[in-house]
C-alpha cells in the first residue's frame, strides 16, 4: 500500500495560524523598542542641548531669551542647524525662573500626555 506524502489542509492552516502568532508577537516588540529608542534619543539630545546652552552662557554670561530661542544656538555656531526631536518636531525653548528649559512635546505633538506622547524636558529629574 503506497503512504500519502504531505499536509493535510488542517495541518497547514495550524502552521499558517502558529506563524501568524509568532509575528504578532515580534511585531509588538518591535514597535515598542522602537518608541523606547525614540524617546532615548530626544532625551539625549535635550542633554546635548543643555550642554549647547552652557556653552552660550559661558561665552555670553547668560542663557538666550525666550523670542531668540535655540535659533541663538545657530547664530552663534553652536548649532549647525535648527534641532528636531525624534518624531521630527521642533524643541521648544523658554526661560523660567532664570533657568533655560528645553521640551519635547512627544509623539503627538502637544503639550502634556502620556507614554510616547509624553513631554520631555530638561528639568525632569531622575527620568
Partial sequence: MARRRGMTLIEIMVVMVI??????????AVVGAADRARVDRTKTDIANLQGALDLYKARHGHYPDTGSGLKALVDENILGKMPKDAWDNDYQYLM???KAVVKSYGADGQPGGDGTNGDLSNMDEGK
Fill in 96 to 98: 523660567e525662573g532664570g
Fill in 19 to 28: 506563524l501568524g502568532l509568532i509575528a504578532g508577537m515580534v511585531g509588538i
